[in-house]
Each structure stands twice: as structure tokens, then as C-alpha cells.
């Protein structure tokens, strides 16, 4: 870990490599986790409680995001937390059939307490991130009862983060790919560690998508 004391940009993770649903099975071994993709826009978010900042992976600042999102309150201290996810705007249907829109899904935590979690691996994160924000597949709101299958909810508006499988992946991209909102899995190594994100391209290497195919998308 490095300290993390200002507003930085840091690039997010994010996988280069693919393979096609047919050889999911081979990561099907213990080592691997899967986190369903979202069909939304990658973004990091940087706060202190007081200050907020969201980029695109592009390291361009999404001035549009709505306001009706809790982001300052992901800080947990005054100090400076950085989460990589997916921001929910292009209305794809969900699960209850509604289509899903201006929510932010957590997928990893970058910084953690003014400390860059450099050299931390997968495992520690995915668990720091349970220990923060407990999984809750359903929540009583305004609308009455909201219920996902593949989708956590947590304790702040309109954020949401997104659960981890360690088997059955086969059966499970069958089962999300059901659902517009969901563009496949990204596979991820568990004891991958984390390493410097200050150019696009980076921890690339122990990340791997499958997508659904569609009219504009093959493998």
C-alpha cells in the first residue's frame, strides 16, 4: 500500500482479454472469481465525504451523473476511498422488468483510507468490500419490495455493488444472459494482486471477459 493523500486520477482495472461461453469450465477450478458484466459505462469514483470526483476509464469526467446518487457517502471517514464499477445509463430492462438507470454498481475498491491498496490482492479487496457494504438481495424502499438475483443492494442510494461466484460459472452466464441489463462475466484471478493504474492499459492480465453475442457484438 501507498499512501493516497489528494485527488488523483487512477485508471481502473479493467480486462483485455475475452474467451467464448464455451470455455467457461476451464476457469471453473477454485481459482477464479466471476462478477457479472453490466451494461452501463465503466467509472471510478473518488471521494473524501466532501469532495467527490467520477471519470469514465477514459479519464474524462462524467458531468452528467445524477445527483440522486449517494456517492459522498461511499467515504467512510473523511479520508479518500476510490471505487471502480459500473454507472447505469443506458436504461436496460433489469431483472423486475423496469429498466435500470442512474445507479452506480461497485465491482472493487482502488483506495481505501488514504492508502492505495497496491500489492493487495483480489481476495482481500472482494472481502473489504463485503465487510463494508453486506450483500442484500432485497430492500424495502418508497416503491415497496426490490428484489435482484444477481445484484446486491447496499445502505446508500442508488448504489449497488456486484456479487462474486467462485463455481457454476456454465449455468450462471446462462442464467444472467437471460437479462438485458447484463452483458455476459468477467472472470477474475483470486490471487491476483493489484498494481500501479496511471496508464489505461493496466492490470489487464488477471481479467477475462464473456459476453452474450449480439447483433453487434461475436466472438
Known sequence: MIPYLNFNYIYPPRPEYKIPPKDLDNFDTGEYIVQPKYNGT???VFTNGKEVY??????????WYSSDIEF???????????YTGEYLNKGKLGETGTKEKDKF??????????QYLIGDDLLTRIKLLEETFPCQRAK???DGLEMYEHLCHTDLKNIFKAPSYM???????????????????????????????F????????QIK??????????
Not at 464473456?210 to 466472438?219: E, L, N, Q, S, W
Request: charged share 25%; with cysteine; aromatic share 14%.
Open 42 to 44: 465503466c467509472c471510478i
Open 105 to 114: 454498481i461497485i465491482w472493487d475498491i482502488l483506495v481505501w483510507a488514504d
Open 140 to 142: 424495502i424502499n418508497e
Open 167 to 197: 463455481n457454476n460459472f456454465s449455468k450462471l452466464f446462462k442464467d444472467i444472459c437471460k437479462t438485458d441489463l447484463y452483458e455476459g462475466l468477467v472472470i477474475k484471478k483470486i490471487d491476483s494482486k493489484l498494481s500501479y493504474g
Open 72 to 82: 459522498e457517502k461511499l467515504a467512510q471517514s473523511n479520508q479518500w476511498y476510490v
Open 54 to 63: 467520477v471519470y469514465n476509464r477514459h479519464k474524462q469526467p462524467l458531468s
Open 210 to 219: 464473456c459476453r452474450k453475442p449480439t447483433k453487434v457484438y461475436h466472438f
Open 199 to 206: 496508464q489505461e492499459l493496466n492490470n489487464h492480465d488477471w
